[in-house]
């Protein structure tokens, strides 16, 4: 069937209800045009926090009878007596404002649930709490290397239905999933890759469990037919895979069908590419690796050829990027680490002398790893530079074992990075590794990020 005959179908779902698109970003936007593409004067009720003066501007050039906005402070006036809700996913279902308004009875769905529902080509989703950018970008370099052309899409920046049309009947789809987006979708991908999960996020989920039970939807809808690859040595993970009954791929660094030996990456005893050859830092990201080899694998995909798109592969933006190499300092981007098992992994990741720069939004989890891991490394830290709130979390944590270690707190990211040069000498790393959320002082991680690699190249004006 043709997207257009599956919509028409679909469509009956839609027809004579009350349809409220919840969050006006970019996936809502995507959803938006989807639904006009099919269905030009299906009423719409579009609903955002945001003031409409203040919507991005694909929104306020929006001319369409059709649709009516609610924003503002009263947004969630739209849920009142609504049918159905394509909910955004960074609107979280358990705020309490949210459920008090909505209609029990509704229909609660989203860009990624109707992406399925329209799709008939193979899915391979990834998810976990860190890594799945990485381990999908990953996957797509290793299939484009086969006969079937992948389609990246997802959390990555991609909405899926944005990405749907550009599938003809040999495309793969590979997508990165997050919690938000995996919560309540009654859909599990054909491939599904599960890496280790850990608290984030519970600011949304409220619980951890809550949180872990999101994730366990992307193997969930599995079937016999279909294929799953768990990270071994995740206890969360290698426990959940036993609700698939897919077909189950391990994966590790000690062991798995995918896994390490004697330096080498293997899949089933066959060498692909030695631990050496892999352009990523930190052994940590090895995970992210070992997954791309056995799609690749179970794709038919030469050993030689996923050994090249390996060692050909780019660590992505914000992800232990190296923004620029000043007065012998080697600068770090790692913005997208918002946990603090994630800026351990990026330490561990460097032998030299470094200046770290962490500490960010509070979203309630233990920063105690992270202090045993400060105090680990402490012999070859330079300076510590951290912002609030949980850069306060840290350094309380510290308190008197870290003595030599100078502890500096800036207002902007343009300080902070004028007091990492200041500490750093040639040979070191300044580290930009949060283990925070951006918010407040930051738009996203990407501003965070950008505000940094900006900083360091002011460095080399000076």
């Not at 990405?163 to 789809?173: G, P, V």
């Not at 995918?258 to 990201?285: C, K, M, Q």
């Amino acid at each position: 069937m043709t997207i257009a005959e599956k919509f028409a179908a679909y469509r009956s779902r839609l027809d004579g209800q009350r349809i409220v698109l919840l969050g006006l970003g970019r996936e809502g936007f995507s959803t938006y045009r989807f639904i006009r593409q099919y269905a030009p004067t299906l009423p719409l009720i579009l609903a955002d926090s945001t003031p409409h003066e203040d919507l991005s501007e694909m929104w306020r050039s929006l001319s369409d009878d059709h649709c009516k906005f609610i924003t503002g402070e009263h947004y969630l006036d739209a849920l009142r007596e609504a049918t159905v809700v394509f909910k955004s996913p960074g609107i979280s279902p358990f705020q309490a404002d949210l459920q008090q308004n909505l209609t029990p009875t509704a229909w609660v769905t989203s860009n990624t649930e109707l992406f399925f529902a329209m799709s008939d080509n193979p899915v391979i989703g990834v998810t976990g709490t860190k890594g799945k950018s990485t381990t999908a970008s990953l996957i797509e370099q290793v299939l484009k290397k086969g006969t079937q052309p992948p389609i990246l899409l997802g959390n990555i920046g991609l909405p899926p239905l944005d990405e749907l049309q550009k599938a003809d009947a040999t495309s793969i789809f590979v997508a990165e999933f997050s919690s938000y987006q995996l919560q309540d979708l009654p859909y599990s991908p054909h491939i599904a890759v599960l890496q280790d999960i850990v608290p984030e996020h519970l600011n949304w989920h409220i619980t951890f469990e809550a949180y872990v039970d999101a994730k366990v939807n992307i193997l969930r809808h599995q079937s016999a037919q279909d294929m799953l690859l768990y990270n071994a040595d995740s206890e969360i993970a290698t426990r959940v895979s036993q609700k698939s009954p897919a077909k189950k791929i391990s994966f590790g660094l000690s062991s798995g069908q995918a896994t390490i030996r004697d330096n080498w990456l293997v899949y089933e005893n066959l060498n692909i590419t030695r631990v050496a050859d892999v352009p990523l830092l930190g052994r940590f990201n090895l995970y992210n690796v070992l997954p791309a080899i056995a799609i690749g694998m179970e794709y038919g995909i030469a050993p030689q050829y996923i050994a090249e798109a390996i060692q050909g592969f780019k660590s992505l933006a914000h992800r232990l990027e190296l923004v620029a190499v000043v007065n012998g300092v080697h600068y770090y981007d790692d913005s997208l680490s918002t946990i603090p098992q994630a800026t351990i992994n990026a330490i561990q990741a460097f032998d030299t002398s470094l200046v770290l720069i962490a500490g960010g939004y509070n979203r309630g989890i233990d920063y105690q790893p992270l202090i045993e891991a400060v105090i680990e490394h402490q012999d070859r830290l330079r300076a510590l530079i951290l912002f609030p709130p949980t850069g306060d979390i840290i350094e309380h944590g510290l308190g008197q074992q870290v003595k030599n270690v100078p502890i500096l707190h800036p207002e902007t990211m343009q300080a902070a990075v004028t007091h990492a040069a200041e500490h750093a000498i040639s040979g070191d790393v300044v580290l930009m590794s949060p283990a925070s959320p951006s918010y407040g002082r930051f738009k996203n991680y990407k501003d965070r990020g950008d505000q940094f690699k900006e900083a360091v190249m002011g460095l080399k004006d000076v």
